[in-house]
């Protein structure tokens, strides 16, 4: 066989192959990350992102919120992740997705929500309980030394001093404008119109809408569908989800790292009880 034909064959082959595992020929890849439940950790989420914003077959990301909140630092973590990644992406909210569960969705380009889902709820609480009572029926006492006034602050053994009650309201209205800015930064509202909005109180999918906290109703399917044309998919996309954890140890000790990731002062935004 001649070497031109040859050539002509190898090409033709390499060239079939292109085609073959070509994006725009297989309508195009959407990542999918899931955020459930309480937000006690961002490592998984952080690194799905990553993978995701890193693999140039996933076109674009949609992110999945079904969370009533959960810890701040975990939630700013996830938070300034999603203003990080490179490619579009749309947020979908589930039934719920209030308080941390809205500041993880504020940087996404465009924010999905179910008329029903339950979202809002901006604001901080903290929260621990305070057993000295039932202690000492119990015959029960702890003694403690510190070595200054606020290093056993929150202590479960004792009643709160007034200096200490203003210490920690201190640091959830510091933490509160944070979430406050966040919003107003994300949103294009002003501080006055998110200040009347952020009082805890949770909304509707369809008020919020009204609110301008989020930017369109719909379902999962139809944020797929959003986000499809965002990123110019033609054909139905293909959604690939982060893969499963198959080591028993890895899943174990991701499971313990998760329960115990909450510190004894739980600075938690979520919906009230």
């Not at 938070?79 to 993880?104: D, E, F, P, W």
């Not at 906290?213 to 797929?224: M, Q, R, W």
Request: proline share 4%; aromatic share 6%.
């Amino acid at each position: 066989m001649k070497p031109l034909y040859i050539a002509l064959i190898i090409v033709g082959v390499v060239v079939i192959s292109i085609i073959a595992i070509s994006p725009t020929q297989m309508g195009g890849s959407i990542g999918v990350v899931e955020i459930k439940g309480i937000i006690s950790s961002s490592k998984k989420v952080v690194k799905d992102l990553e993978r995701f914003d890193d693999n140039p077959s996933i076109k674009g990301i949609l992110i999945r919120v079904d969370s009533p909140g959960g810890g701040v630092a975990a939630s700013q973590e996830i938070y300034q992740a999603v203003k990080r990644v490179k490619k579009k992406v749309v947020v979908s909210m589930g039934a719920v997705a209030a308080s941390g569960g809205y500041y993880v969705s504020l940087p996404a380009d465009l924010i999905v929500a179910n008329p029903g889902t339950m979202t809002g709820s901006i604001g901080v609480i903290m929260e621990f309980p305070i057993v000295n009572r039932l202690l000492d029926k119990l015959g029960i006492r702890f003694e403690t030394i510190k070595s200054k006034e606020f290093k056993d602050i929150g202590s479960p053994f004792r009643e709160m001093s007034e200096s200490e009650r203003r210490l920690l309201k201190e640091v959830v209205l510091d933490v509160y404008d944070q979430f406050v800015t966040a919003v107003i930064q994300n949103r294009g509202l002003d501080r006055e119109k998110v200040l009347s909005l952020a009082d805890g109180r949770i909304m509707s999918g369809r008020q919020a809408y009204q609110a301008g906290l989020i930017d369109t109703l719909g379902s999962f399917t139809e944020a797929v569908e959003i986000l499809k044309e965002m990123v110019g998919i033609k054909e139905k996309p293909k959604l690939v989800y982060p893969p499963k954890r198959l080591n028993l140890l890895d899943l174990i000790l991701g499971e313990f790292e998760e329960r115990i990731s909450i510190p004894k002062l739980q600075y938690l935004m979520r919906c009230g009880d």
